[in-house]
């Protein structure tokens, strides 16, 4: 059963995140905002940092996968899965735009983590890698992908284009999603790895953006780029029979840190909100019916309520992972909720905050253009509820479209 506090080994980690995020992100935080594109290169040091306690084996400070291995031990564990989505949480409270601007902690390193056998892991062990699923005929339908991959001798020819590729221009690598044979449907699209540098791979523009503008967010194409047939991740064979599986357990690995993301940024507003509430004398007592406060403490309540049902099922995706069991519905449960409750929570937030909530006077009003695309990528809340539908029902996807 799992055990709704906080573990007490995760602690220490928990406070170095949040004064990470209170001392690096937080004052830099509308200043990349307002610059567009220009790199913080204030992350690079901190980065170093946060490579060192990933490599001690601590995790929870940036991006990581979720791994099944079954080493024998019996009872529950709390492990690093649940320390990487405590930790972003923590980081998100600072900037969530920051955090995806972070050298070697993008989603495609999380991709990494997840499925690289181990010399892969050890290669790319160093490599800031991003994902790139969509196209532009292709949003949250990834069955769809157009891209394709040929081998030709010890190499894959790829060609397509993708779109809204997060890190696509600082990252050192990218996670391309592609398939190997279109007649052969959603079992054909596979991963690869592809390195900065490789001929044919071209940054055609960065987008300009509402939110999480700290971080880039690129259109790559790829015209026959030649990638060592080593760089796919998983295997190259086409099982009809598993389908889509194999590469869509990268979305059950990175949707509960993308979920994590939105409680990171719902919890900073509240925190903000509390305080300004505060200043103006209205006060939320908790152990007062919420019909019998101030409207504004009553709706602050109510919000409240919904950041901890986002934040549970949050770390019940984590904390299933790290206790080998599969977490497909949770994933999707915690991401739906998590990207729903964010952007809600941010928005009553600037209602409530009033014209403090309105200006750049605080942050709040950037907290909420952050926070759509935190209910957008990684599968749009539409796309969430329909896998949450077919677990639920039992129904394929043929069945329930």
Not at 120 to 144: H, L, Y
Not at 281 to 298: E, F, L, M, R, W
Not at 378 to 401: C, F, W, Y
């Amino acid at each position: 059963m799992i055990n709704l506090e906080t573990p007490k080994k995760a602690g220490a980690l928990l406070n170095q995140a949040r004064q990470a995020a209170a001392e690096v992100f937080r004052p830099i935080s509308r200043k990349y905002d307002r610059a567009e594109h220009a790199y913080p290169a204030e992350l690079d040091m901190f980065a170093a940092l946060l490579d060192g306690l990933n490599s001690s084996g601590e995790g929870g400070a940036g991006a990581s996968g979720v791994r099944r291995e079954d080493d024998g031990a019996k009872g529950n564990r709390n492990g690093a899965n649940l320390n990487t989505v405590l930790g972003t949480i923590e980081m998100c409270w600072g900037d969530v735009a920051l955090l995806l601007s972070m050298p070697r902690q993008g989603l495609g390193n999380a991709a990494i983590a997840s499925v690289a056998d181990e010399e892969q892991s050890k290669r790319f062990a160093n490599v800031w890698a991003a994902m790139a699923i969509t196209e532009p005929g292709c949003g949250s339908d990834s069955a769809a992908i157009t891209a394709t991959a040929r081998l030709d001798g010890d190499e894959y020819v790829l060609n397509g284009e993708k779109i809204f590729v997060t890190a696509g221009q600082r990252a050192d690598a990218v996670v391309v999603w592609a398939s190997l044979d279109k007649s052969k449907g959603r079992a054909a699209i596979k991963s690869f790895v592809v390195e900065k540098g490789t001929p044919g791979f071209e940054v055609v523009r960065l987008e300009h953006k509402l939110g999480i503008r700290a971080s880039d967010t690129a259109v790559l194409r790829f015209e026959d780029c030649r990638v060592p047939k080593e760089n796919l991740l998983g295997t190259p064979e086409i099982d009809t029979q598993k389908g889509f599986a194999g590469v869509m357990q990268t979305f059950d690995n990175t949707r509960p840190l993308v979920a994590a993301m939105g409680v990171g940024v719902a919890k900073a507003a509240l925190e903000e909100t509390e305080r300004i509430l505060a200043e103006a004398g209205i006060v939320v007592d908790y152990d007062k019916p919420a019909n019998n406060q101030h409207a504004a403490a009553a709706a602050y309540l109510q919000l409240e309520a919904d950041y901890e049902s986002a934040y549970l099922l949050t770390l019940e995706s984590a904390w299933m992972a790290d206790n080998r069991k599969p977490n497909s519905l949770e994933a999707s449960m915690a991401k739906a909720k998590a990207g729903r409750s964010v952007v809600d929570i941010t928005l009553r937030c600037v209602e409530l905050a009033g014209t403090l909530g309105y200006t750049e006077d605080s942050l709040l009003e950037k907290w909420s253009r952050d926070a759509k695309i935190l209910d957008i990528f990684e599968g749009t809340q539409q796309i969430q509820q329909l896998i949450v539908a077919r677990k639920v029902l039992n129904k394929t996807s043929t069945e329930l479209k």
